[in-house]
T-cell receptor, first 113, second 112 residues
Framework: KAGVTQTPRYLIKTRGQQVTLSCSPI?????VSWYQQTPGQGLQFLFE???????NKGNFPGRFSGRQFSNSRSEMNVSTLELGDSALYLC????????????FGPGTRLTVL | ELKVEQNPLFLSMQEGKNYTIYCNYS?????LYWYRQDPGKSLESLFV?????AVKQEGRLMASLDTKARLSTLHITAAVHDLSATYFC????????????FGAGTILRVKS
């Protein structure tokens, strides 16, 4: 069974630009969550999508947005990039909400110059 | 607001020794996870603990959960170099579906 895939793996952008990251969950999984990992703040929850609906959102500015498609693939978008947005962005998939293990993808390393 | 504290944050061990990582959380939760992260890599799921008294073991690692004390432990038995990594506990936030709140992580270095 293929794992969670994320593209691209690495990205370099400049301040003010926007970026779109993609996540394909494990086949059959309908829940996709996104996390930001930085050395200073650790792992922080961005948002969760389930069956194309955003169920929950973390404490991030509106520049961070996402969506989920009918095949459960998800994208997140960050507009007007700031230096502080440099981070490893991880997505996690699970088969349903609640108790199931969340499997993480390899992440996208975003560097903002 | 759910908060998760891990300690110690850094652990240097000799091979063959035993040690325990602690994970405390501030509000009621119905699930707790342990993950491992190698440098530059993603998170690998180790254990999912769903009920009070749950104990799970895999190789030299054993995790337990005490929901009354809001405490989970990850016990390492007879450490080997390959266990060197960062270990995270993550607690499910019951108010927010699949949201996980992570501890700061414990950097484990096993010296031969």
């Amino acid at each position: 069974k293929a794992g969670v895939t994320q593209t691209p793996r690495y990205l370099i952008k400049t301040r003010g630009q926007q970026v779109t990251l993609s996540c394909s969950p494990i086949s059959g999984h309908r829940s996709v969550s996104w996390y930001q990992q930085t050395p200073g703040q650790g792992l922080q929850f961005l948002f969760e999508y389930f069956s194309e609906t955003q169920r929950n959102k973390g404490n991030f500015p509106g520049r961070f947005s996402g969506r989920q498609f009918s095949n459960s693939r998800s994208e997140m978008n960050v507009s007007t990039l700031e230096l502080g947005d440099s981070a490893l962005y991880l997505c996690a998939s699970s088969s349903r909400t609640g108790e199931d293990t969340q499997y993480f993808g390899p992440g996208t390393r975003l560097t903002v110059l | 607001e759910l908060k998760v504290e891990q300690n110690p944050l850094f652990l240097s061990m000799q091979e063959g020794k035993n040690y325990t990582i602690y994970c405390n959380y501030s509000t009621t939760s119905d699930r707790l996870y342990w993950y491992r992260q190698d440098p530059g890599k993603s998170l690998e799921s180790l254990f999912v603990l769903l009920s009070n008294g749950a104990v799970k073991q895999e190789g030299r690692l054993m995790a337990s959960l005490d929901t009354k004390a809001r405490l989970s432990t990850l016990h390492i038995t007879a450490a080997v170099h390959d266990l060197s990594a960062t270990y995270f506990c993550a607690v499910g936030d019951m108010e927010y579906g699949n949201k996980l709140v992570f501890g700061a992580g414990t950097i484990l270095r096993v010296k031969s």
